[in-house]
């Protein structure tokens, strides 16, 4: 760390005004912020500096966001081992697999994502924000692993230039730009991010995992993708043919997203979240609280037009990015309502949203991307309607007492 | 009566100061629908540009005979004549192309342009400059048509007017059409993105 300090005052009178880099003044003081605690006190008026500022709360994010990567990677492995017909499970080889697998796509997200942003920062001649550090693990974790890097980047570019760059930068994103990545993938490229051949990883890596052939009756659909095109009441199976038990769906062995099968890993990230104060528990609580209420509707309501009404509430909860919606999505705090009693509405509506479409829509696998983006477009209107309701509250209070 | 107006200026300034679609966001609805691919987008811009131009001039020489009350309902009948003729046109000489675009020669009737240059121009302005904003106009919309036109179906087909543009080693490489450039909304996007351009390229159409 002193070496590194050293290194960061030799050269950084480089950066200051008259300094032959100048211009890149602010990827300097985005480096150098990164690492160290800024030295700088306001010199003006009266200000709360609270230690936890927006770099803290994004590297907690992606702490939390952790072990649903290591799950990734080692679901990525254990599904082409499976695959393949692979007996035994060596867990060291199937997490390098599963490394190897997502490395190139965590590498391309940020490459585009940050070096977008650091261009705009010196051409706006502001800050460099450090709101990409989230959405650039984001992304990758909400892809199939077989999305082709090409895609990737030209997906990332799209959203944070059009999602965020044009409305001001981090905090002024009316959508969720990891979502926009996602929806953008799935609208422009349905072959490739739907389906049944995308979300198993077929071939050997640098001599790692197996080359898995559909041939041999395998099938890569994802459990929500099966239920929508398969017959009523139907128990999904994995990808060799078994049934795929509750359990597995709660550890995450299915097939899916990369990061989003599991439900263990997810909740330990909640936890996280939670435990921190960073994430909204009235947002978690309520997109649940939703998603059992409409998962019940449907249930009850069950017909074979809607294959998916089949499941059971709790099924709905552990198959699909429901979960991960829930705990990482809904709850970014740019894009959600503000208002307390505006987040229990707000939750309450993702989670209806999200059954509403994975149920009633069989084009549409998976409801909980397109929910959290319909309601990131309500957030405000539900702000305004809260904040609303309690001037007229106190209009009508101090009229009564007067 | 409006203010005099050069011929110049009528028929320059739509281009792009003051061009219909990017400045005075009119006639939006047109350019989602038709622009999924070129050559519909050609003809519509050109059944525009006649429509405006015959209407423009016909309004421009009725102006002192409309009573004010039912001005509107006389442009309307106007515009929709002209529409009717357009229409049977392209059904006989470019029957494709008229099949492409459906409905919307029809609603040509409800573009808003039509209504803003009628209103704005035509009522208060003699015949040849009136022809000259007409087309001036046309132009200007159908230039925006032809540039999003453009830009969706190269990327969201791969195709020009039809023709193939990128090789088929492309596609072996692992290139995909973007298939969200066809769907309505990535107008709005490019649309925006052409406004984008044209801000910062001209200062003064800058808002605050």
Redesign the interface.
């Known amino acids: 760390m002193k070496a590194l300090r050293n290194y960061l005052n030799r050269v950084k009178p480089n950066f200051e005004p008259g300094g032959k880099l100048h211009a890149f003044r602010s990827v300097f003081d985005g480096f150098e912020t990164f690492l160290f605690t800024p030295n700088t006190t306001s010199t003006s008026g009266v200000n709360i500096h609270d230690s936890l500022d927006s770099k803290r709360v994004m590297i907690i994010v992606v702490m939390a966001l952790m072990p649903c990567l290591f799950f990734g990677m080692y679901n990525t492995g254990y599904q082409n081992w499976l695959g393949a017909g692979a007996q035994s499970f060596p867990f060291w080889e199937i997490m390098l697999y599963g490394f190897l697998a997502i490395l190139p796509r965590i590498a391309v997200t940020y490459i585009v994502g940050l070096g977008i942003e650091f261009i705009v920062a010196q051409w706006r001649r502001e800050e460099i924000q450090e709101g990409f550090l989230v959405t650039g693990i984001l992304i990758p974790l909400i892809c199939p692993i077989e999305t082709?890097l090409?895609?990737l980047a030209?997906a990332t570019a799209f959203s944070v230039i059009?999602v965020k760059e044009?409305f001001g930068g981090t905090g002024y994103n009316v959508f969720n730009v990891a979502l926009v990545t996602r929806a953008?993938l799935f609208?422009?490229?349905?072959?490739?991010m739907s389906g049944d051949n995308v979300f198993v990883s077929t071939r050997p890596i640098l001599g790692l995992g197996y080359n898995v052939n559909y041939a041999d009756g395998i099938s890569g659909a994802t459990p929500l993708g099966q239920i929508a095109t398969s017959g009523a009441g139907e128990q999904p199976l994995n990808i060799i043919g078994d049934p795929i038990s509750t359990w597995d769906a709660f550890l995450g062995l299915i097939p899916g997203s990369f990061g989003e099968t599991s439900t263990l890993c997810i909740l330990i990230g909640a936890i996280i979240l939670l435990w921190t104060g960073i994430a909204s528990w009235r947002i978690i609580l309520s997109v649940v609280a939703g998603g059992l209420l409409m998962g019940w509707v449907a249930n009850t309501f069950q017909t074979p037009t809607y294959p998916a009404s089949f499941l059971s509430p709790l099924d709905q909860l552990l198959y699909g990015g429901f979960a991960f919606a829930a705990v990482f999505m809904a709850t970014d705090p740019v894009t959600a309502a503000r208002t307390g009693v505006g987040k229990y509405i707000y939750g309450f509506l993702v989670g209806v949203v999200a059954i509403l479409i994975r149920v009633y829509n069989n084009g549409y696998p998976e409801g909980a991307m397109l929910a959290v983006l319909l309601m990131n477009a309500l957030a405000p209107l539900i702000d305004y309607c809260v904040v609303q309701a309690n001037i007229n509250r106190r209009m009508r209070r101090t009229k009564t007492s007067a | 009566m409006a203010e005099k107006i050069k011929n110049r200026d009528a028929f320059f300034n739509p281009f792009s100061k003051n061009n219909p679609v990017v400045v005075q966001v009119l006639g939006i609805c047109s350019v989602l629908a038709v622009t999924a691919k070129l050559e519909p987008a050609i003809v519509m811009g050109i059944s525009v540009i006649a429509v405006l131009a015959f209407a423009n001039v016909i309004i421009s020489l009725l102006r002192n005979t409309i009573p004010t009350n039912i001005r509107i309902i006389v442009q309307l009948v106007v515009v929709a004549g002209l529409v009717v003729i357009v229409d049977q046109l392209l059904k006989a000489f470019a029957y494709d192309a008229s099949k492409q675009l459906s409905v919307f020669i029809g609603l040509i009737i409800t573009n808003c342009i039509l209504m803003g240059r009628l209103e704005a121009f035509a009522m208060g302005n003699k015949p040849w400059p009136s022809f000259l904003d007409g087309v001036g106009n046309g132009i200007g919309y159908t230039i925006i048509l032809v540039i999003v036109g453009f830009f969706r179906e190269l990327l969201g087909s791969g195709t020009l007017l039809g023709y193939q543009v990128f090789p088929q080693s492309f596609y072996d490489a692992?290139?995909?059409n973007?298939?969200?450039?066809i769907?309505p909304p990535m107008a709005l996007?490019v649309v925006a993105c052409i406004i984008?351009v044209q801000r910062s390229v001209n200062k003064d159409l800058q808002e605050d």
Do not use: D, S, T
Request: glycine share 8%; charged share 0%.
């Open positions: 082709p090409w895609m030209v059009f044009v953008f609208f422009a490229y349905p072959a490739q | 692992g290139y995909v973007n298939g969200l450039m769907l996007i984008w």
